[in-house]
């Protein structure tokens, strides 16, 4: 009672500089509210989804400043019009910035430069001139980039701005630390100091584990450009978000009531300690939902009885309050031997997201069986992963389980050689995608 009172307290709305300042919205669910008893199973398994949603911003005089280091590889492979359409894109970028935002230009191939050292953007003319002279040439240090680019990012780091790198490659890193596994500790490291890395591919040459892997690792974006004429659009779509950030440095404690078993995150970086699961998220934007689902096993109580399954708890830094806001929230399951009750009981939305992530995982699933070379295996995983995504479909209607079936079928004949270059990139930015409920694309829509 305690909790849902404290939860209530902080729903109210309050007053800034006289204009109403809203907060982030924390929603708790299962995927089965109701749980069917009959059987012998003492215990079953469950799904909790952990939701929050960003409020929204009504105007850009309410957004806060932005910290950016804009990265962009100019080795030998980017020669021609990659680079042009590059410095195109960041040049329009820095357009839509204000006078009061940092900006930084950093330019890597066998070695980095920063062309552009971290200061606020107000002399668009000087910064743009800077832009129009790289030139491409030699190999790719990427990890050395990145690290530059943080460091410029460092000079004007402030809780109150919003602090990223993005950077642009299209190359495999060939100069300095260059595994997945290291780029992912650089994230990991970075996201610490509330440094996020949005991370683009262009084209086919790209390493997509260490790209994917940076980005989530660091609670940015990734996406594949197929064609560099998309990387303004690219451009765009990333700006949009850098400039709705609404929350900072989010931090997620689920606490499952005794009893309850926690399995494990679907797709998600968690710590999961005895009966806590612990999420950290970066950042998230206006009217952005971002969810997490906690796959769990819950003993079955008999018919007409209900539990606690947790309670769960959000601080973050809200970006137009400058203060730390606390939401609270609990979900309980009932418990039943009325097969029909249990359907009726199904949030729809709330079963399909949840699908989508187990969906996402057999996916992974059959990304690894492809790089195994087993392709026959790969196929079946991804067929079947279409024939489960289309019974929830026909079951619940929702129509991104048929777009994901549509995905699994498409993916399954695409496996051959030819066509894997292409095809497993756009696996890895889909289940990137499904992961972290990043919706646009560096591909032209259809």
Same mark, same amino acid.
Request: with cysteine; net charge neutral.
């Given at each position: 009672?305690?909790?849902?009172?404290?939860?209530?307290?902080?729903?109210?709305?309050?007053?800034?500089?006289?204009?109403?300042?809203?907060?982030?919205?924390?929603?708790?669910?299962?995927?089965?509210?109701?749980?069917?008893?009959?059987?012998?199973?003492?215990?079953?398994?469950?799904?909790?989804?952990?939701?929050?949603?960003?409020?929204?911003?009504?105007?850009?005089?309410?957004?806060?400043?932005?910290?950016?280091?804009?990265?962009?590889?100019?080795?030998?492979?980017?020669?021609? &019009?990659?680079?042009?359409?590059?410095?195109?894109?960041?040049?329009?970028?820095?357009?839509?910035?204000?006078?009061?935002?940092?900006?930084?230009?950093?330019?890597?191939?066998?070695?980095?430069?920063?062309?552009?050292?971290?200061?606020?953007?107000?002399?668009?003319?000087?910064?743009?001139?800077?832009?129009?002279?790289?030139?491409?040439?030699?190999?790719?240090?990427?990890?050395?980039?990145?690290?530059?680019?943080?460091?410029?990012?460092?000079?004007?780091?402030?809780?109150?701005?919003?602090?990223?790198?993005?950077?642009?490659?299209?190359?495999?890193?060939?100069?300095? &630390?260059?595994? &997945? %596994?290291?780029?992912?500790?650089?994230?990991?490291?970075?996201?610490?100091?509330?440094?996020?890395?949005?991370?683009?591919?262009?084209?086919?040459?790209?390493?997509?584990?260490?790209?994917?892997?940076?980005?989530?690792?660091?609670?940015?974006?990734?996406?594949?450009?197929?064609?560099?004429?998309?990387?303004?659009?690219?451009?765009?779509?990333?700006?949009?978000?850098?400039?709705?950030?609404?929350?900072?440095?989010?931090?997620?404690?689920?606490?499952?009531?005794?009893?309850? #078993?926690?399995?494990?995150?679907?797709?998600?970086?968690?710590?999961?300690?005895?009966?806590?699961?612990?999420?950290?998220?970066?950042?998230?934007?206006?009217?952005?939902?971002?969810?997490?689902?906690?796959?769990?096993?819950?003993?079955?109580? %008999?018919?007409?009885?209900?539990?606690?399954?947790?309670?769960?708890?959000?601080?973050?830094?809200?970006?137009?309050?400058?203060?730390?806001?606390?939401?609270? %929230?609990?979900?309980?399951?009932?418990?039943?031997?009325?097969?029909?009750?249990?359907?009726?009981?199904?949030?729809?939305?709330?079963?399909?997201?949840?699908?989508?992530?187990?969906?996402?995982?057999?996916?992974?699933?059959?990304?690894?069986?492809?790089?195994?070379?087993?392709?026959?295996?790969?196929?079946?995983?991804?067929?079947?992963?279409?024939?489960?995504?289309?019974?929830?479909?026909?079951?619940?209607?929702?129509?991104?389980?048929?777009?994901?079936?549509? #995905?699994?079928?498409?993916?399954?004949?695409?496996?051959? #050689?030819?066509?894997?270059?292409?095809?497993?990139?756009?696996?890895?930015?889909?289940?990137?995608?499904?992961?972290?409920?990043?919706?646009?694309?560096?591909?032209?829509?259809?």
């Amino acid at each position: 009672m305690k909790l849902q009172l404290f939860a209530a307290m902080l729903a109210v709305t309050m007053l800034v500089d006289g204009v109403q300042a809203k907060q982030v919205k924390l929603d708790v669910a299962l995927a089965h509210p109701v749980m069917v008893t009959t059987g012998s199973k003492a215990r079953a398994e469950n799904h909790l989804r952990i939701g929050l949603t960003g409020f929204e911003l009504t105007s850009d005089k309410q957004r806060k400043s932005v910290n950016v280091a804009i990265v962009i590889d100019k080795s030998g492979s980017m020669q021609g &019009p990659k680079i042009e359409q590059a410095k195109q894109a960041a040049v329009q970028a820095v357009d839509r910035l204000s006078d009061a935002d940092i900006v930084s230009i950093v330019v890597y191939d066998s070695s980095v430069e920063v062309i552009v050292p971290a200061t606020k953007a107000s002399d668009r003319r000087e910064i743009k001139e800077k832009i129009a002279r790289i030139q491409a040439s030699g190999n790719t240090a990427l990890f050395a980039g990145v690290s530059k680019g943080a460091a410029e990012v460092r000079k004007f780091i402030d809780d109150k701005r919003v602090n990223r790198v993005i950077l642009l490659s299209d190359g495999l890193a060939n100069v300095g &630390p260059a595994s &997945p %596994s290291e780029l992912e500790q650089l994230g990991l490291s970075l996201i610490k100091e509330g440094i996020t890395v949005t991370t683009m591919g262009l084209g086919l040459g790209y390493n997509e584990d260490l790209m994917t892997k940076l980005a989530m690792a660091s609670s940015g974006n990734h996406v594949f450009i197929e064609d560099a004429e998309n990387l303004a659009r690219v451009f765009q779509n990333e700006f949009d978000d850098v400039l709705s950030v609404v929350a900072q440095k989010i931090h997620i404690v689920a606490k499952l009531a005794e009893g309850i #078993r926690p399995v494990k995150v679907l797709n998600n970086a968690a710590e999961i300690a005895g009966q806590t699961v612990t999420i950290d998220l970066g950042q998230l934007y206006s009217r952005q939902e971002r969810y997490f689902v906690v796959e769990v096993e819950i003993p079955l109580g %008999s018919p007409g009885s209900t539990r606690t399954v947790a309670e769960v708890t959000a601080e973050y830094t809200n970006m137009i309050t400058e203060t730390t806001d606390r939401l609270a %929230s609990s979900v309980q399951v009932r418990f039943s031997d009325n097969e029909k009750l249990a359907e009726q009981a199904i949030n729809k939305d709330i079963l399909a997201s949840c699908i989508i992530q187990v969906a996402n995982e057999r996916n992974r699933l059959a990304t690894q069986l492809r790089d195994a070379g087993d392709i026959e295996a790969a196929k079946k995983e991804l067929t079947d992963n279409a024939a489960y995504l289309d019974s929830y479909f026909n079951k619940l209607g929702v129509e991104e389980l048929k777009e994901r079936r549509t #995905r699994n079928s498409l993916q399954a004949e695409n496996l051959s #050689r030819e066509k894997w270059s292409a095809g497993r990139k756009l696996m890895l930015e889909q289940q990137f995608g499904d992961s972290v409920q990043q919706t646009y694309s560096g591909r032209e829509p259809k």
